[in-house]
Nanobody
Framework: QIEFVESGGDLVQPGGSLRLSCAAS???????????MGWYRQTPGKQRELVAT???????NLANSVKGRFTISRDNAENTMYLEMNSLQDEDTAVYYC????????WGQGTQVTVSS
């Protein structure tokens, strides 16, 4: 069973940057590289939303709210995915999760990103 562990969240001021990482474990052989992977985020009282996706070959898609500010990437050799976040805004405050797209039913712990002055 594949499990995902997110890291890199922090408290940052508006306009700042962060890089999130997602490590996949339990992915035997070449399974990870064929998965379409995604970053999701959730704030209290709201549904989890899909922020960005990346195919195994590196084709990306980003939500309009983060286009031009966030970059999604992956390293298939390391079973790892990243989210580079720039020009962070208060509205980006959330717990960020990674999962495949569409997601497995189980989720990792997520990583908290707080944008505040």
């Amino acid at each position: 069973q594949i499990e995902f562990v997110e890291s890199g969240g922090d408290l940052v001021q508006p306009g700042g940057s962060l890089r999130l990482s997602c490590a996949a474990s339990g992915a035997s052989g070449d399974i990870f590289k064929v998965l379409i992977m995604g970053w999701y985020r959730q704030t209290p009282g709201k549904q989890r939303e899909l922020v960005a996706t990346i195919t195994g070959r590196g084709t990306t898609n980003l939500a309009n709210s983060v286009k031009g500010r966030f970059t999604i990437s992956r390293d298939n050799a390391e079973n790892t995915m990243y989210l580079e976040m720039n020009s962070l805004q208060d509205e980006d405050t959330a717990v960020y999760y990674c999962n495949k797209s569409p997601p497995f039913t189980s989720w990792g712990q997520g990583t908290q990103v707080t944008v505040s002055s």
